[in-house]
């Protein structure tokens, strides 16, 4: 089954108005782009402007994070319902940092991507294990854990992004053959939950993916794309990231 590539940007706690203008590049660069769908994932406070930016281009705007309950008394916190009100089409949930330092467990993030099926986004439902578990030879048992946790019942509606926490943001990234080996484990487990559909949802890599590594880590089988955190910050890296899968932006850059 043919699987569209996907790479997300995940701004995390950057980017200000000023920053308008790396989205405008994204935005025109994605016009190249023809084989590979963009995401810009920006802080809360610029997702309703960067949507309307985006409107009727290439490029799809997500969340970073979502509350599970559709309205209520959580001060600080924003809904499913929200980010789509505000022109969003996805929603990062479960990632290692909120995972870290909000103490969100596998049924927290369950809750979540319920919650983003519910207001109709994509979940991006990020799982992956620490340098001491990978260390211990934990890796497929924290990745199973995570999944079976993490991942709703029913259809297999979701994203999947594998991001070892070792490799985000530490300029070190698994061998081609690790990422092979524990995406292949991935797709196995969501064929054996979701049968046929497991087969289409796509499963991204996420962890220090750059300009430089980013055709040998996103043209591995069963890498259907990219979570790039640091490297999406900059418009032209990130086109050139997603340049992996177009041959045409390829062309375009080289001359
Ligand atoms: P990084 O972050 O690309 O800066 O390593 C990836 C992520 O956390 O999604």
Redesign the pocket.
């Known amino acids: 089954m043919p699987r569209r590539p996907l790479v997300a940007a ?1 701004w ?1 706690m950057n980017g200000l108005k000023a920053s308008t203008g790396e989205l405008e590049k994204i935005i025109a660069g994605a016009e190249n782009l023809a084989d590979v769908e963009l995401m810009v994932c920006p802080p809360a406070t610029l997702l309703a402007s960067f949507a309307a930016a985006a409107r009727g281009s290439r490029v799809a705007i997500g969340g970073q994070d979502c509350h599970a309950q559709a309205s209520g008394a959580y001060t600080g916190d924003i809904s499913a319902e929200m980010l789509k009100d505000a022109g969003a089409t996805a929603v ?1 949930v479960g ?3 909120r995972r870290r330092y909000h103490g969100e467990t596998d049924a927290a993030v369950r809750e979540k991507a319920l919650a983003a099926r519910r207001a109709g986004l994509v979940a991006i439902v ?1 799982i992956g294990e620490t340098h001491a578990e990978r260390d211990g030879g934990r890796t497929r048992e924290i990745v199973r854990t995570q999944l079976d946790g993490s991942l709703p019942d029913g259809a297999a509606d979701f994203v999947v ?1 594998y ?1 070892p926490v070792w ?4 300029g070190v990234t698994p061998t081609p053959d690790d990422v092979a080996d524990i995406h292949g484990f991935i797709r196995d487990r969501l064929t054996a939950r979701y049968g046929e559909a497991g087969r289409g949802a796509r499963i991204l890599y ?5 300009a430089a590594n980013a055709k040998r880590l996103l043209t591995i089988e069963n890498v259907d794309g990219a ?6 910050l900059k418009a032209d890296e990130f086109l050139a990231i997603a340049g992996a899968y177009g041959a045409r932006w390829s062309a375009i850059s080289l001359s």
């Open positions: 995940n995390k990062i990632h290692s940092e990020c992004a991001e490799a985000i943001g530490s996420g962890g220090s993916v750059n979570l790039v955190g640091g490297a999406s």
